[in-house]
């Protein structure tokens, strides 16, 4: 029988904002997310799990951003106000 690890999920921030046309959540950080981090963003009715491609802060492309900033990211599906985004170890 082989046992499954499960992954360990840490709550990062909520999504404020969704721009449809662009694909892009705006996420207010509680947390750290580095580029290149597997997210899980879960709410009434998203739940999907990504990497964090790519990050900006005000137009500007950052790397890491840390608690109390607000980030926009691309996100491969549609999020809404309130989703809770966690950072999947």
Same mark, same amino acid.
């Given at each position: 029988?082989?046992?499954?690890?499960? $992954?360990k999920e840490k709550e990062v921030?909520?999504? /404020?904002?969704?721009y449809s046309h662009?694909?892009?959540?705006?996420?207010?950080? /509680?947390g750290t997310l580095k580029k290149g981090d597997k997210i899980h963003i879960k709410g009434a009715? /998203?739940?999907?799990?990504?990497?964090?491609? /790519?990050m900006q802060i005000e137009h500007d492309k950052v790397?890491? $951003?840390k608690k109390g900033q607000s980030i926009g990211m691309k996100v491969k599906d549609h999020v809404r106000e309130h989703d $809770?985004?966690?950072?999947?170890?």
């Amino acid at each position: 029988m082989v046992e499954k690890k499960e $992954a360990k999920e840490k709550e990062v921030g909520k999504i /404020s904002h969704y721009y449809s046309h662009l694909g892009v959540g705006v996420v207010e950080l /509680s947390g750290t997310l580095k580029k290149g981090d597997k997210i899980h963003i879960k709410g009434a009715t /998203s739940d999907f799990t990504q990497n964090v491609v /790519s990050m900006q802060i005000e137009h500007d492309k950052v790397e890491e $951003a840390k608690k109390g900033q607000s980030i926009g990211m691309k996100v491969k599906d549609h999020v809404r106000e309130h989703d $809770a985004v966690f950072l999947v170890k």
